[in-house]
């Protein structure tokens, strides 16, 4: 009897010990499988890339903490349009080149502002919520090199704050240099989207005009280059965001009539000519909008059609410049009412803030900015004014 409870206790632990390994593999095997089975998404952080290691603190600095400033803004109207704004051109700063410990040191070594030093995505979130501007049209920078980096930036931001930013890939091709170019080809792109498939939004913004100083030259619209990208753009549902040169209108008009399955939008003063009245001549920009349903036009030339948000330029200068609101507004809706209203469901306000412009992303000049655009947007014809503040740009990703 002894003999025989002996064997009972021996077989069970064997069925015990035997257990354990098979049910460790079938664990193992099945988180595997589960694993595998399932895509990353853009709020997923869980990527190699996203671990900690070299790139860990330059993340963590340009997202930042909200510290918000309070600042007091300037009165441009006694009754100013109290809607939500989208602001649709905004240019997000690049961060450093590489994971450096110092980023003063980077910073003063760089021709351009840090983010995580100079400025960071939650300053720029404390920024719009003083203006009360509901969301932007992010451009982030994508460079060839840093193509990981860039990507993985991007969807931190998303993910910490996925209402504030349209995020919109903007990626040349070292178009400081000669043979340089404002976009990469199409295979960069390509593999560049594929980081994070599903994260962006647009495609630009795209500067298709000459760089100065020896940069790369314009490139046309209907270029082989641009002509290869676009299916990709239909395929991942972007939105074409083009700056255009001058000359340029005709070729714009025919790839947005060959593409009716891309939402384009476009800017840029090349394609406006002062008259001797004082008003700008919008004859190209109207004659585009005029062709094409599936085109918006972005504004960011107000202030009595000088923009003066360039790194050349100066904060003092632009404050100055303002002083003589009234008669800048008078200027900016004698140029710009009547094609608003004529054709309401194709215009949008924009800032152009700019990421080489580091004094264009402080508190006090967002609001300067804001309180303006809604003085502007006041004289426009009540039908009409909410499309310009938001409504297409929230149809237009809608669509």
């Not at 100065?212 to 991942?236: F, T």
């Amino acid at each position: 009897m002894r003999n025989k409870k002996k064997v009972i206790i021996i077989t069970s632990i064997l069925i015990i010990v035997l257990a354990i390994p098979l049910g460790a593999i079938y664990y193992s095997s099945s988180r595997s499988t589960s694993s595998s089975s399932s895509s990353p998404s853009i709020s997923d952080s869980s990527s190699s890339s996203s671990s900690p290691g070299p790139w860990e603190k330059i993340y963590v600095a340009a997202i930042g903490t909200k510290k918000c400033e309070e600042v007091q803004g300037p009165t441009y109207s006694d009754n100013p349009y109290k809607g939500s704004l989208i602001d649709t051109h905004f240019h997000m700063s690049s961060i450093a080149e590489s994971p450096v410990d110092d980023l003063a040191e980077e910073a003063r070594e760089s021709d351009s502002p840090v983010l995580g030093y100079d400025i960071t995505i939650s300053d720029m979130v404390c920024n719009l919520e003083l203006e009360n501007t509901k969301k932007v049209f992010a451009f982030f920078p994508v460079y060839i090199g840093m193509e990981e980096q860039h990507a993985e930036l991007a969807k931190r931001t998303m993910k910490k704050y996925p209402d504030k930013f349209v995020p919109f890939i903007m990626p040349p091709e070292h178009d400081d240099k000669p043979d340089g170019s404002p976009t990469v080809d199409v295979s960069d792109l390509k593999d560049m989207l594929a980081l994070e498939p599903g994260l962006f939004e647009g495609y630009g913004e795209i500067g298709l005009y000459a760089r100065n100083g020896g940069g790369s030259p314009e490139l046309n619209p209907d270029s082989d280059r641009l002509n290869a990208i676009y299916p990709v753009l239909k395929d991942n549902n972007l939105v074409a965001y083009f700056h255009l040169e001058v000359g340029q209108a005709e070729s714009y008009k025919k790839v947005i009539a060959e593409n009716p399955g891309i939402n384009f939008i476009f800017h840029g003063d090349q394609l406006i000519r002062s008259v001797d009245n004082g008003v700008q001549n919008l004859t190209q920009i109207e004659d585009v909008i005029s062709s094409n349903l599936n085109v918006y036009y972005t504004i960011d030339e107000l202030y009595g059609d000088e923009f003066l948000i360039r790194p050349e330029g100066t904060k003092k200068k632009f404050l100055k410049h303002l002083e003589n609101y009234e008669e800048l507004l008078k200027e900016d809706l004698k140029s710009w009412k009547w094609i608003i209203e004529k054709y309401p469901n194709q215009f949008m306000w924009g800032t152009d803030r700019n990421a080489d412009t580091i004094w264009s992303q402080d508190p006090d000049i967002g609001l300067v900015l804001t309180k303006y655009a809604r003085a502007f947007i006041a004289g426009l014809d009540l039908a009409v004014q909410e499309n310009f503040a938001y409504k297409n740009a929230e149809k237009l990703l809608e669509d």
